[in-house]
């Protein structure tokens, strides 16, 4: 029986970040996943690392928005009825976590773990020898109406003022200097300036994977399912047989019910699916930066591979049928706004963002086994948070001082 120190559960970014801060804390590391690393959520993202994302995404709560939303023909959200009595009681704690005063008191929390992230990728980057994945000119929400635009001016001027983040307010011209290939449709455009974008997430997560295996640490395939509590510690199997260690942490981003429930965790949990498609830029068509239109609710965003246009939330259960309804409506859209030529991807690919009710992680000990940590539920921020994730794991463990407070993001606080 081979022995190590930890086991990570789930090889997606949370859990590459996790398995390398705890090996540069002196633990021999297995990071276990069912399939390869980095192919479920951490493969098909926007490549945002969000410096500006203080406000985790809320539920809205003016009346005309939840309306349209209600009446399911949107592009940014759609919803699967089927699903919604099993989803209500998520929504419904999730809708009283977005009032305004609470959701202002988790961004005042929140935006600690935040203001690390561009940092915290920096310093695995520098050590994987993967700084070319990261683009350093921020990103873009860019409008199509002046009272879009001038709400979003104002509430970008209260972060600035309450948070210290930076961005540059556009007008029309100064849009069409930065994104000549844009259609003369917008009216300005919100340049976020301190975010990074990544220009092939998945790569960055296995350039992190490299450095990992490259100082000893190593990558096993098995099934999470199989972790069963032992008396001084975990064991697992894996493909290369049985594997125990001392501690484990459960990094399994939309999967982790897997490994909590069995334990009798009732954590409220749930999904916000979402879709990409890449396409070549039609002739000399260049996007400068991750661009979402914000009245349509889509974003395209230049990649290796194309340009990749991502969805907004799809409320639906984790394993129902695909159903890339907001893709289908983006498109057109989209080729009005930039001159997208063919598709590059056979099918749509679709990932499930980790959610929590009041839209923040799930980071520290798990309340009743010992050995046993949580790093899930990262929603919309999960390659943004990664690398802090796996610092403040990797220095609860260790028993040093947190660099961030931890409290907050306990999984008893449900
Ligand atoms: C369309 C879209 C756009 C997004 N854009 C951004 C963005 O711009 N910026 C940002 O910060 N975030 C973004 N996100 C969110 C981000 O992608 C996720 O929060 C993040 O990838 C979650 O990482 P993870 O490691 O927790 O989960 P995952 O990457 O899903 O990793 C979990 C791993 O667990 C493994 N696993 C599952 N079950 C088992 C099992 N039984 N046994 C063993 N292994 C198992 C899986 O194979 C997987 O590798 C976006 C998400 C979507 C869907």
Known sequence: MARTDAVVLGAGIVGISVALHLQARGRSVALLDRRGAAEET???NAGLIQREGVYPYGFPHDFGALLRYGLNRTIDAYYHPSALPELAPFLWKYWKHSRRRRHAQIARVYSRLIEHCV???DALAAQAGATGFLRRSGWMRVFRTERERDLRF?????WRAEFGINFLALDQKQLQDEEPHLAPVLVGALHWTDPVSVDDPQG???AYLRLFESRGGRFVQGNAAS?????NGWSLRTVEGPLEAATAVVALGPWADVVT????????LAVKRGYHMHYRAAGKATLNHPVLDTERGYMLAPM???IRLTTGAEFALRDAI???VQLGRAEPVARNLFPLAERLDTESWMGARPCTPDMMPIIGPAPRNAGLWFAFGHAHHGLTLGPVTGRLIGEMIAGETPFVDPAPYRADRF
Request: charged residues 30%; aromatic residues 6%; glycine residues 10%.
């Open 42 to 44: 951490s493969f098909g």
């Open 119 to 121: 940092a915290e990728h």
């Open 154 to 158: 104002a509430e970008a001027a209260r």
């Open 204 to 206: 960055l997560a296995l």
């Open 227 to 231: 972790l069963a509590q032992e008396r």
């Open 261 to 268: 429930r069995p334990l009798g965790y009732d954590l409220p």
């Open 304 to 306: 290796r591979r194309g």
């Open 322 to 324: 695909r159903t890339p």
